[in-house]
């Protein structure tokens, strides 16, 4: 069964600091990876997908990076913002989404 | 811009009701999930469904039922709510292959 790992749990940085978020995979067999965001009490947004024949995808401040041969993904986060603060979670996608616990992103203002 | 729509954000019920949650989606994916969230567990998958009619047990597929009569609608049904299943409850509808949207949730409190 496919096991998702997100490291940090939780993470705190000043205003404008750039930041890695992990993710990795046991299964390398998959379709896509895909990282969401979700505020407290909230359902999850969509920010990248990144399908299997794909490296990254970009959007605005986000860049998230696919290596299926290592099992991992990461989601770069540049000049973070007050705003940013919310908890990340990866998916990796077979027949099911898998998801990890996420990242819990505080960024202090 | 809907595109995954959770019927109610918020609901209490009494233990051994029968609850019923709705998810509508317009995006005419094949695919739908009902997942439950849990403070320490993460989001676990209940059922999940490929095509009107079909279903597929996920993970914690005990004291759930779900229906798939209509491609764009795929309910979850608690057939005798108890307190374990107090949570938020979250939907999900997704191309074969391609991204995933999720509903906003529904906070289930079972009392």
């Known amino acids: 069964k496919q096991e998702v790992t997100q490291i940090p749990a939780a993470l705190s940085v000043p205003e404008g600091e750039n930041l890695v978020l992990n993710c990795s995979f046991t299964?390398?067999?998959?379709?896509?990876l895909q990282w969401f965001r979700q505020d407290p009490g909230k359902g999850l947004t969509s920010l990248l997908l990144i399908q299997s024949s794909q490296r990254e995808q970009t959007s605005g401040r986000l860049n998230a990076s696919l290596d299926k041969s290592s099992g991992r993904s990461t989601l770069y986060i540049a000049a973070s913002q007050p705003g940013d603060s919310a908890t990340y979670l990866c998916?990796?996608?077979?027949?099911?989404?898998?998801f990890g616990t996420g990242t819990s992103l505080t960024v202090i203002p | 811009d809907v595109k995954v729509t959770q019927s109610s954000r918020y609901l209490v019920k009494r233990t051994g009701e029968k609850v019923f949650l709705e998810c509508v989606q317009d995006m005419d994916h094949e695919n739908m999930f009902w997942y439950r969230q849990d403070p320490g567990l993460g989001l676990r998958l209940i059922y999940f469904s490929y095509d009107v009619k079909m279903k597929e047990k996920g993970d914690i597929p005990e004291g759930y039922s779900v229906s798939r009569e209509k491609k764009e609608r795929f309910s979850l049904i608690l057939e005798s709510a108890s307190t374990n299943q107090t949570s938020m409850y979250l939907c999900?509808?997704?191309?074969?292959?391609?991204?995933?949207?999720f509903g906003s949730g529904t906070q289930l409190s079972v009392l």
């Open positions: 299964d390398s067999a998959i379709y896509n």
């Open positions: 998916a990796a996608t077979g027949n099911q989404f898998y």
């Open positions: 999900a509808s997704s191309l074969v292959v391609g991204a995933s949207e």
